[in-house]
């Protein structure tokens, strides 16, 4: 059995690479799953603990990371996030894509040790585009808007370091972007058998 393709999708906060990621996981055209984190920050009401995130103790997080059992993991903001290792070997093992939403530190961590993984970096066609979507959620402060916005600018620095660009101003678009890049790489994998 050919070994699953490991997808990283990043971009900067508004746009809409979580909407993307969902899209290709609703198709269900091909075995792909969603890599669920490890985070130590508190379970919000709606969050449901090994689907939206894996909510650990800080202890129990420190203990995994110094026995190497993460791919990529950082403290943001006083709590630790990171990506178990069983949330993505094991599946590739048998066949099954893995998806890491993950930012560009986090990526760069992983290719480190995944030279094979597939890096898709999501944007908006401006800052402005960004601004606008991030507003009209309405979840956010003004203080956290303007850090998310800087933040944007630091990530779209480093959207060359990926191997696909995808714009979505428009989501049918993208959705077909996204898909013409993942659909290959099972196709490579079942050629490869």
Known sequence: MAIGPLIIVSGPSGSGKSTLIGGLLEEKAWP???????TTRSKR?????????????????????????????AEVHGNFYGTPRREVIPYRAQGIGVVLDIDVN????????????????????????????????????????????????????????????????????????????VGPLFERNRDAR
Do not use: K
């Open 45 to 73: 009401p709606a969050e449901i603990d090994g689907v939206h995130y894996h909510f650990w103790t800080r202890e129990h997080f420190l203990r995994e990371r110094d026995e190497g059992g993460f791919l990529e993991w």
């Open 106 to 181: 986090g990526c760069a961590q992983v290719r480190r040790q995944c030279p094979d993984a597939v890096s898709i970096f999501v944007r908006a066609e401006s800052l402005l585009d960004y601004e606008r979507r991030l507003r009209a959620r309405g979840t956010e402060s003004e203080e956290q808007i303007q850090r998310r916005l800087r933040s944007a600018e630091a990530e779209l620095l480093r959207a060359s370091e990926y191997n696909y660009e995808v714009c979505n101003d428009d989501l049918t678009t993208a959705q077909d972007a996204m898909r013409s890049i």
């Open 32 to 38: 792909l799953r969603l890599s669920v984190s490890a």
